[in-house]
């Protein structure tokens, strides 16, 4: 079973099944490595060897990190704010495949087979990005297998969770596509306070429809009835969660 939040201040309990808050405190900005999943397995000296490669580079909200199809010559680490990563329909629609938080990373797998992006990302708030450049990282997948397992762990996790998305969104009605973009979210952005799932600040109603394939109209509808049924809270840009484990089994 998978950690069901992207959180370093969460924790999930393979014993009992259950989110529980940890005891971690508000890393370090300098240290910001260490929460990178592929480099949470490396010792001290070799996370600061890695803190010297690349650069640090920040983006104004909404502008472009990288555009899809450009060549893959570098890996984008999160150091604060929220990117997305979309593409453009053939229709001219935005369609946002992934949300990532702080400590996220993207960019990996141009890099890996040499192809061009296969998505854009863009800055959904002003954010600070650690950047490496494509032989450096290579040069460090070589020399740590460490960040190679890592990688192949987390490449995994992201196909098995696509998957998922696409069954659930092909399958399921306008309220089980829009349940199941809320989970997607809680993965994301979600925090455990007192029980309770919280997203603090919730993308835009037409980010989420892009997300589900579906109209913004759809998404306050769909809302709006979640809450009505008990399921969820809106206040402002936050939703909660009330029972998540319920709520991802009716709609997982």
Avoid: C
């Avoid at 893959?72 to 949300?99: H, Q, Y």
């Amino acid at each position: 079973m998978e950690k069901p939040f992207n959180d370093p201040f969460v924790e999930f309990s393979y014993d009992t099944g259950k989110l529980q808050t940890n005891s971690l405190h508000q890393p370090d900005r300098n240290n910001f490595l260490k929460y990178v999943h592929i480099f949470s397995d490396l010792d001290e000296e070799s996370i600061e060897k890695i803190s010297k490669l690349g650069i640090r580079k920040t983006f104004n909200k909404e502008s472009v990190v990288l555009f899809e199809d450009e060549a893959g010559s570098a890996l984008f680490l999160i150091i604060k704010g929220r990117v997305k990563i979309s593409r453009i329909t053939n229709d001219g629609k935005e369609a946002i495949l992934s949300i990532l938080n702080e400590y996220d990373f993207f960019g990996d797998m141009a890099i890996i087979d040499n192809q061009s992006r296969s998505a854009s990302a863009i800055a959904m708030s002003d954010s600070e990005l650690f950047i490496i450049q494509r032989n450096e990282f290579m040069d460090l997948l070589q020399n740590h297998p460490e960040i190679s397992i890592n990688l192949l762990k987390e490449l995994t996790r992201r196909l098995r969770n696509a998957s998922m998305i696409i069954k659930s969104l092909s399958l399921n009605d306008a309220e089980g596509k829009v349940a199941t973009v809320i989970l997607q979210l809680a993965n994301i952005l979600g925090k455990i306070k007192q029980g309770i799932v919280e997203i603090e600040k919730l993308p835009f109603q037409h980010e989420i429809a892009n997300m589900a394939g579906t109209s913004r109209e759809t998404i306050s509808r769909v809302l709006h009835t979640l809450e009505k049924k008990g399921f969820i809270k809106l206040e402002g840009s936050r939703l909660k969660i009330f029972n998540y484990e319920k709520f991802k089994a009716l709609f997982n």
